[in-house]
C-alpha cells in the first residue's frame, strides 16, 4: 500500500515513510492509495473475538510492504497490554438500542491512548530498523502530551518534548506529564499561552536547519497511523451488535475530525456503517457546514469540553478529498480559499454525498449538563462533558427502525473533575493508578517563550 497526499503535490510514500513524516510537503494529508476491503467472512471473524486479533486482521493491509504480520501481532499485543479492561474498548448499553463505547481504559484516561501506544511502537520500530533517531515534539493544552509521553516514554529510538503552558493546564493533566522518570521524556513548562507552545513548535519545524539536525517527528492529530488505529473500535463494536449481518450507527464526540474520519475509513473497508453523527458543541463549524455546504471559521468559545474547542478541523482535508471523487487540485483550492478568506463553499454534489453518510448536532453548555445528570439518573454513571455530547446528538439521530446506535465516550470523567462536581455535586470515581500518581514526585523544565532557548535546551538534551 502507498500514501498519497490530499493535495496532489507531495511524492507518494510507503506506510513508514507517511508515519514518519506525518505532514506531506505540499501541505496536505496522507491518505491510502485505496481502502483495502474485508470480506465478510473476516468481519464474521471478529465476533467473539478480542480486541488485539480485530486490530492486527484491521491494520494489517495498511502497511503489508514495511511491516510483517509477526511483528504488527508484537506491537499490537503490548500497545494493548496497558489499559486496564480485558476488552481495551468496552461496549455499555444505555436504553434501548443505544450503547456507549468505553474508549477511556488506557493510560491517560482519553482514547488518545488508543492510537498513541500504536503510534509509538510503530515509530520506534521503524527508526530502530533503519539505525535512525527521531526528536518528537508536541505543544499541549492538556489532553495530547499526556497521551504522548505515555506512549513514548523509554522508547529506545527517539526523545520527546512536550511543550505547555506554565500555569495553564489541570493538576491531573500536568502530572501524566510531569511525573515520569525516563531519561528519554522531557516536558517543558512555557512561561506563555498554549497558543505560544504552538507558534513555537511551528517555528521549530519551519526552522529547516533545526528540523533536519534534530530529526524532527510530529505526532499530532494528521498523522494517518491515529486514524487508522481508531478505525479498529468501529469494527469491535459492531461485531458485538450483530456486523456484518447488522448495520450500525456511530455517534462520535468531535474536534479535529480524526475519530470519526476513522468511522468513514471502516465503512469504506466494508463494515455497514448506517450513519456517523458528527456531535460538536458551540464550536459547531463541522455541523454548520453539514447544514449548509459553507466552511467558515469563526471565534474559539472555550467550553466545559475543551478537546473538541477548535475553529479548523484538520483531518476534514481527508474527507473533503474523498467527497471531491479524490480530485486533488479541487481540494488545494478549497485549503488556499480557506488561507485567504477564512471560508469555501462545497459543491451541491459533494454535499449531498457528505449527507449520504453523515448527519451532525450541536449540543450547548445547558444541554451537556443534561445529559451527563440523566444517564447518571438512569444508568447510574458518570460520563465526563464529551461524551455526554456524543450521546446528546446520538439522541438526535435519524436512523432506520432497529439499527442500534453507538456513542463513543472519549474520556474517563475523572479527566475533568471541575465538570463533574458541577454536574453532580460529587468529587469524580478515579481510578487508584490517577490517586497514586498525584502524590508522586514531578519533573520539568521552566523556559521562556524564546524560541532561541527552547531549541537550545533542545539541542542539548535530545540524543538525534
Ligand atoms: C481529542 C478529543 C476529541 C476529539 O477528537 P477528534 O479526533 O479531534 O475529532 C474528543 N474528545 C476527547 C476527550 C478528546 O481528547
Given at each position: 500500500m502507498k500514501y498519497i497526499s490530499t493535495r496532489g503535490q507531495a511524492p507518494?510514500?510507503?506506510?513508514?515513510?507517511?508515519?514518519?513524516?506525518?505532514?506531506?510537503?505540499?501541505?496536505?494529508?496522507?491518505?491510502?492509495?485505496?481502502?483495502?476491503?474485508?470480506?465478510?467472512?473476516?468481519?464474521?471473524?471478529?465476533?467473539?473475538?478480542?480486541?488485539a486479533s480485530v486490530a492486527k486482521a484491521v491494520?494489517?493491509?495498511?502497511?503489508?510492504?514495511?511491516?510483517?504480520?509477526?511483528?504488527?501481532?508484537?506491537?499490537?499485543?503490548?500497545?494493548?497490554?496497558?489499559?486496564?479492561?480485558?476488552?481495551?474498548?468496552?461496549?455499555?448499553?444505555?436504553?434501548?438500542?443505544?450503547?456507549?463505547?468505553?474508549?477511556f481504559?488506557?493510560?491517560?484516561?482519553?482514547?488518545?491512548?488508543?492510537?498513541?501506544?500504536?503510534?509509538?511502537?510503530?515509530?520506534?520500530?521503524?527508526?530502530?530498523?533503519r539505525g535512525q533517531r527521531a526528536t518528537i515534539i508536541g505543544a499541549t493544552s492538556g489532553d495530547t502530551g499526556g497521551a504522548a509521553i505515555e506512549a513514548f516514554k523509554g522508547r529506545a529510538a527517539v526523545d520527546i518534548f512536550i511543550l505547555y503552558p506554565d500555569g495553564r493546564v489541570s493538576d491531573v493533566q500536568r502530572k501524566q506529564m510531569t511525573t515520569l522518570k525516563d531519561a528519554n521524556v522531557h516536558t517543558l513548562a512555557v512561561d506563555g499561552t498554549f497558543d505560544d507552545c504552538q507558534a513555537?513548535?511551528?517555528?521549530?519545524?519551519?526552522?529547516?536547519?533545526?528540523?533536519?539536525?534534530?530529526?524532527?517527528?510530529?505526532?499530532?492529530?494528521?498523522?494517518?497511523?491515529?486514524?487508522?488505529?481508531?478505525?479498529?473500535?468501529?469494527?469491535?463494536?459492531?461485531?458485538?451488535?450483530?456486523?456484518?449481518?447488522?448495520p450500525v450507527a456511530f455517534s462520535v464526540p468531535t474536534g479535529n475530525f480524526g475519530d470519526i474520519f476513522a468511522g468513514y475509513v471502516a465503512a469504506q473497508m466494508g463494515l455497514p456503517v448506517a450513519h456517523l453523527m458528527v456531535a460538536t458543541n458551540v464550536n459547531d463549524i463541522l455541523a454548520r457546514t453539514l447544514d449548509s455546504g459553507v466552511?467558515?471559521?469563526?471565534?474559539?468559545?472555550a467550553t466545559s469540553s475543551p478537546s473538541m474547542d477548535i475553529?479548523?478541523?484538520?483531518?476534514?482535508?481527508?474527507?473533503?478529498?474523498?467527497?471531491?471523487?479524490?480530485?486533488?487540485?479541487?481540494?488545494?483550492?478549497?485549503?488556499?480559499?480557506?488561507?485567504?478568506?477564512?471560508?469555501?463553499?462545497?459543491?451541491?454534489?459533494?454535499?449531498?454525498l457528505m449527507r449520504a453518510l453523515f448527519g451532525a448536532a450541536r449540543i450547548d453548555q445547558q444541554q451537556?449538563?443534561?445529559?451527563?445528570?440523566?444517564?447518571?439518573?438512569?444508568?447510574?454513571?458518570?460520563?465526563?462533558?464529551?461524551?455526554?455530547?456524543?450521546?446528546?446528538?446520538?439522541?438526535?439521530?435519524?436512523?432506520?427502525?432497529?439499527?442500534?446506535?453507538?456513542?463513543?465516550?472519549?474520556?474517563?470523567?475523572?479527566?475533568?473533575?471541575?465538570?463533574?462536581?458541577?454536574?453532580?455535586?460529587?468529587?469524580?470515581?478515579?481510578?487508584q493508578r490517577v490517586v497514586d500518581m498525584l502524590t508522586l514526585e514531578e519533573n520539568f523544565i521552566p523556559v521562556a517563550n524564546k524560541l532561541a532557548d527552547v531549541q537550545a535546551l533542545i539541542r542539548a538534551k535530545a540524543q538525534a
Open positions: 507518494r510514500l510507503s506506510f513508514e515513510d507517511a508515519l514518519l513524516a506525518g505532514l506531506a510537503s505540499d501541505g496536505g494529508l496522507y491518505v491510502p492509495e485505496s481502502w483495502p476491503r474485508l470480506s465478510d467472512a473476516t468481519l464474521r471473524s471478529f465476533i467473539g473475538a478480542d480486541y491494520l494489517h493491509p495498511f502497511m503489508a510492504d514495511d511491516v510483517s504480520a509477526e511483528r504488527l501481532s508484537d506491537i499490537v499485543d503490548e500497545a494493548y497490554a496497558c489499559f486496564n479492561h480485558p476488552e481495551v474498548a468496552p461496549l455499555v448499553a444505555l436504553e434501548d438500542g443505544h450503547y456507549l463505547l468505553e474508549l481504559h488506557g493510560p491517560t484516561l482519553a482514547f488518545k491512548d488508543v492510537a498513541m501506544q500504536l503510534l509509538a511502537r510503530l515509530m520506534d520500530d521503524a527508526l530502530t530498523r513555537l513548535v511551528k517555528a521549530m519545524f519551519n526552522d529547516v536547519s533545526f528540523r533536519q539536525d534534530m530529526s524532527l517527528a510530529g505526532v499530532n492529530s494528521i498523522n494517518w497511523a491515529r486514524v487508522m488505529a481508531q478505525t479498529v473500535y468501529y469494527f469491535t463494536a459492531a461485531a458485538k451488535l450483530g456486523a456484518p449481518d447488522q466552511y467558515q471559521t469563526g471565534d474559539v468559545v475553529q479548523v478541523s484538520s483531518n476534514f482535508e481527508r474527507l473533503l478529498f474523498e467527497l471531491t471523487g479524490r480530485d486533488a487540485s479541487r481540494v488545494r483550492g478549497y485549503m488556499d480559499a480557506l488561507t485567504q478568506s477564512g471560508r469555501f463553499e462545497m459543491a451541491g454534489d459533494e454535499l449531498t451537556t449538563l443534561d445529559v451527563m445528570r440523566q444517564v447518571k439518573a438512569e444508568h447510574h454513571m458518570q460520563i465526563d462533558p464529551h461524551s455526554a455530547i456524543g450521546v446528546g446528538a446520538a439522541r438526535q439521530a435519524v436512523v432506520a427502525d432497529g439499527v442500534p446506535i453507538v456513542s463513543l465516550a472519549t474520556a474517563h470523567p475523572a479527566k475533568f473533575p471541575k465538570a463533574v462536581v458541577e454536574a453532580y455535586d460529587e468529587q469524580p470515581d478515579t481510578p
